[in-house]
């Protein structure tokens, strides 16, 4: 008895144990897998790779001002990114160890590495603190999903990540990258149809940017439901961003470009007005909208055709009853004046004996599931197989498959449902792709195959036609901007819905992608013809000029709101033909530096608490001099914020001192516009089509002020690729008030401008009787100008709405190609 009581308490304590121990374990196994301490150190000239208890990291310089961070539980694997392009440049670089942390010193930023645990803050050299981790959290795990987590700075502003909705300042939102075909959002959707995981932080007089290059899902926390800490983090694979420092947000977005890369020069057509609709058919209705545009004189470049060219929506044909001859129709239209884009999208529909589709089976480049079968989703066209835009053998065969447009006379591919959508929107996640053959899913390619289709796009229309392509699209990751336009989709025929597609092009400009539109108008819905009109006032403002609407809805073409719409379109229409050389050489300013055409103002004024209040923050500059203030159909009044600095009214030259609200009268005849005090405007005479060419004489507009300004003006062939060789004109102008001149420095480059003559026109000059260029005296002559016509008087009991005008001074000399200076007396 006393042999079983014993073993009874043996027994008793092991059990008691054994909970105790399971107890604690459960305790210990929480479901968030820290990074953990720092094990081991190894530095490798500018870069440093680490072991810590739960992790791999390595860390390197890429620059004076951007540092990679890349982190994942188990070694690094080989690198592939389809957004980053750029490649580390040689930095001087000071890297110190010791038991506590890992310096990182460049000429423009500290980085601290704290071992215990692993910890990165980000310092400015004089030692102010940019972005730090959040202390007890810094980077972990939850599943297969890693997050960074950043500690929240006093009244810290986020700004950008591409195509998302909300208001400019981000703080208190949580955001979603995966592409989403989201018919007719509302105003404050997430996620839509593009993503790009960068963004600008804002605090005490600093700036930086963080890009998460990560194709996977990924979510991006500022504040939402928390008062500690922002995040960034992705549903898969590695936390591998970049870190930004720079004094100024126009800086960031540079390292951001040199990063992803910058577009190339558009096709000149590409930036004139372009006229769509789901659906223009047959090829007489195509021609008729064509001819009514030319006859009312609504200056234009482009016709659209939806899916209703094709036959039964199948790729790379045409629907041969609708368009019996494609190439008489595009020649036609090119003979008109205009170029032709036609939608292109991914689905190749599963129809044995066409030939596109046979080829691609024999060929072996579509998408399959885990077991080899190629996957099929249904379309547009039925049951379609999807071409994989991550393999060579796959890019290769939709680059040949372009010259199909290219011998039709097509001159742009718009790259639409490319999310991928499919009918049920849930591709299953077993789907496959090549990766440049180390394999991954659909949950890795999902946010990536828009910009990969829209690259492909573009590689084979330019193989086929020698010439700049034009390539639209709607779905896209970052680095989309070398290659493609974006549009902001399927918006709605309503006030709230243009103000934010405004907000949409502000933070894709400052997400690096300067080429952007919306649908004028809205897609869904029938605007009023007051929200219509204050639309294309806007879309005149947009680098992509694009007026579309859905089927079964009323005609949206400018004439069809009304005489008086009809006037205000040709009005803003017109001026922005005119502003062609500004709006081109802002183009070239893209290509260079990253800068977008659309420009929020926290670009210039990031710390200027005015232009994020919800009353000013749809305000943007169009290129760096003319600030374009949208409003809402139907006010009579609106309040505006001018930042500091002298304006410019630019109907009538009325000046108005900067740092200042304001309240304007609205007219419906125009949209409010400044001019900034010191710019210089080229301009050039109107033409119906950028096929024609303007008169001899270069407008250069030139606003009095307290500034000195520097401006490039850049002319080129506008269609091919001879630019990249020299064969271009470039010219700096420089305008100094404190001696009072411009000069026009020597031109660079191989070509001559197309303009013989400039005719200086000056505003804000009063008092001077004469110029001198190049101490030869040429006498100013006094004109007025109005940049629009004045509306008719419709009405027999109505007024004539006649337009605002100005008192300006002018003088016309030779264009010259030795250095000019004009001394205005």
Same mark, same amino acid.
């Given at each position: ?147 960074? =987590? ?113 577009? @190339? ?54 629907? @041969? ?27 190749? @529909? ?126 896209? =990751? ?101 502003? !062609? ?53 139907? @006010?009579?009044?609106?309040?505006? =914020? ?142 007025? !100008? ?40």
């Amino acid at each position: 008895m006393k042999k079983t009581i014993i073993q009874s308490t043996r027994l008793l304590l092991l059990f008691s144990s054994a909970l105790f121990c399971n107890s604690n374990l459960l305790k210990a196994q929480s479901p968030v897998t820290t990074i953990g301490n720092i094990k081991s150190v190894k530095i490798s000239n500018s870069s440093i790779n680490l072991i810590t208890e739960n992790a791999f990291a390595s860390i390197t310089v890429y620059s004076p001002n951007i540092i990679r961070v890349r982190i994942d539980r188990q070694p690094l694997k080989k690198d592939l990114s389809y957004a980053v392009v750029g490649a580390p440049e040689k930095t001087n670089v000071k890297i110190e160890d010791n038991s506590n942390q890992v310096s990182i010193i460049t000429d423009s930023i500290k980085a601290i590495i704290s071992k215990k645990p692993f910890s990165i803050a980000y310092y400015t050299p004089d030692g102010r603190i940019i972005n730090e981790s959040e202390k007890g959290l810094t980077t972990s795990w939850v599943g297969t999903e890693v997050t960074a =987590y950043r500690h929240m700075q006093q009244g810290e502003r986020f700004i950008g990540l591409g195509e998302k909705t909300g208001n400019l300042d981000r703080n208190g939102n949580g955001y979603t990258n995966w592409n989403t075909d989201a018919f007719g959002y509302s105003a404050g959707q997430d996620p839509i149809y593009s993503s790009i995981p960068f963004y600008i932080g804002i605090h005490d007089s600093l700036n930086y940017g963080i890009f998460l290059d990560n194709t996977f899902q990924s979510d991006f926390n500022f504040g939402a439901s928390n008062n500690r800490f922002s995040s960034f983090g992705a549903r898969d694979g590695e936390m591998n961003y970049y870190f930004i420092y720079h004094t100024k947000v126009a800086d960031i977005i540079k390292s951001y470009t040199y990063l992803t890369g910058r577009m @190339k020069l558009p096709p000149l057509w590409s930036l004139g007005y372009q006229q769509n609709r789901y659906s223009y058919y047959p090829d007489t209705e195509v021609l008729r909208i064509a001819q009514t545009l030319r006859e009312k004189k609504i200056p234009a470049d482009g016709i659209t055709l939806d899916i209703h060219y094709m036959d039964r929506y199948q790729l790379f044909t045409w629907d @041969k009853e609708r368009f019996p001859n494609p190439v008489l129709m595009t020649n036609k239209l090119k003979e008109m004046g205009f170029k032709t884009t036609v939608i292109v999208d991914p689905g190749i @529909k599963i129809e044995p004996g066409a030939a596109a589709y046979e080829k691609g089976l024999k060929e072996d480049v579509y998408i399959k599931y885990s077991d080899g079968k190629n996957y099929a989703g249904q379309v547009w066209p039925g049951w379609c197989n999807f071409t994989d835009f991550t393999s060579e053998k796959g890019r290769n065969f939709w680059r040949s498959e372009m010259k199909f447009f290219a011998d039709n006379g097509v001159s742009g591919i718009w790259n639409d449902m490319n999310e991928i959508a499919t009918w049920g929107q849930k591709i299953p996640n077993n789907v496959v792709f090549d990766f440049e053959g180390r394999k991954g899913t659909i949950m890795e390619a999902h946010n990536v195959y828009g910009s990969l289709m829209a690259r492909t796009s573009y590689e084979g229309a330019k193989a086929a036609t020698h010439e700049r392509p034009f390539v639209l699209t709607r779905a896209g =990751y970052a680095g989309m901007q070398r290659y493609t336009a974006i549009w902001t989709g399927d918006n709605r025929s309503e006030d709230d819905h243009m103000l934010a597609g405004v907000r949409l092009l502000n933070s894709l400009g400052l997400s690096g992608v300067p080429f952007t539109g919306m649908d004028i108008g809205g897609f869904t819905g029938n605007p009023s013809q007051g929200l219509f009109a204050r639309w294309i006032q806007l879309g005149a403002f947009f680098p992509y000029f694009r007026n579309h609407t859905a089927i079964n809805t009323k005609s949206s073409e400018p004439w069809t709101y009304g005489e008086e719409v009809t006037e205000i379109s040709r009005n803003y229409i017109s001026l922005r033909y005119k502003l !062609l050389p500004y709006l081109y050489s802002t183009f070239f300013e893209a290509t260079q530096s990253g800068l977008p055409i659309v420009r929020s103002l926290a670009i210039d004024n990031t710390f200027d608490p005015n232009i994020y209040n919800t009353e000013f923050q749809n305000q943007f500059l169009f290129g760096p001099s003319m600030l374009v203030i949208p409003v809402e159909s139907g @006010k009579d009044f609106t309040k505006i =914020y001018l930042p500091k600095g002298n304006w410019y009214y630019l109907y009538n030259d009325e000046k108005v001192t900067g740092n200042s609200q304001k309240i304007i009268e609205l007219k419906k005849q125009e949209l409010p516009v400044y001019v900034k005090e010191s710019s210089i405007i080229p301009m050039q005479s109107l033409v119906q089509s950028t096929a024609i060419a303007p008169t001899d004489t270069l407008l250069i507009h030139l606003y009095k002020g307290t500034e000195p300004n520097t401006y490039t003006y850049y002319e080129d062939d506008g269609k091919s690729y001879e630019y990249e060789k020299g064969v271009y004109y470039k010219r700096a102008i420089e305008y100094n008030p404190i001696n009072n001149n411009i000069i026009f420095e020597k031109p660079e480059g191989q070509m001559n401008s197309q303009f013989k003559y400039v005719a200086l026109i000056l505003h804000g000059f009063d008092g001077e009787q004469s110029i001198s260029v190049n101490g030869k005296t040429v006498q100013l002559q006094k004109s007025n !100008l109005s940049l629009l016509s004045s509306i008719s008087k419709f009405d027999p009991q109505g007024q004539a709405k006649a337009a605002d005008g100005t008192k300006i001074l002018s003088a016309i000399f030779n264009n010259d190609s030795d250095k000019l200076t004009i001394d205005l007396k």
